[in-house]
């Protein structure tokens, strides 16, 4: 499955906890809790630290996707340099 956490922040959240056996992949983006933004990672409302906390088991066998409607490389730099702060002791 692959889980991703703008749109899951939009949708009817869920447990996580109910379909993490399932997750092999994450799409990555943030968004304002109402609209499909696809926003650079920290420029939204999504609180991806308590989302990688959740995930912290499966962090290393994840297929990670940044997920923008453009292709911006200081967008794509900053969110993994946001992520690389937020993820617990990964990789």
């Given at each position: 499955?692959?889980f991703d956490?703008?749109h899951y922040?939009?949708g009817v959240?869920?447990?996580l906890?109910?379909f993490?056996d399932?997750?092999i992949g994450?799409h990555?983006h943030?968004?304002d ?6 926003l650079e990672?920290?420029k939204g409302?999504?609180e ?11 962090l290393n066998?994840?297929i ?16 993994v340099?946001y ?9």
């Amino acid at each position: 499955m692959l889980f991703d956490i703008g749109h899951y922040q939009l949708g009817v959240r869920k447990n996580l906890e109910d379909f993490i056996d399932f997750i092999i992949g994450i799409h990555i983006h943030d968004n304002d809790g109402e609209n499909d933004l696809h926003l650079e990672v920290g420029k939204g409302i999504i609180e991806f630290k308590e989302i990688f906390s959740q995930l912290y088991t499966k962090l290393n066998d994840l297929i990670f996707v940044l997920e923008y409607r453009t292709i911006d490389f200081e967008m794509i730099n900053s969110s993994v340099k946001y992520i690389n702060v937020v993820i617990p002791c990964h990789r």
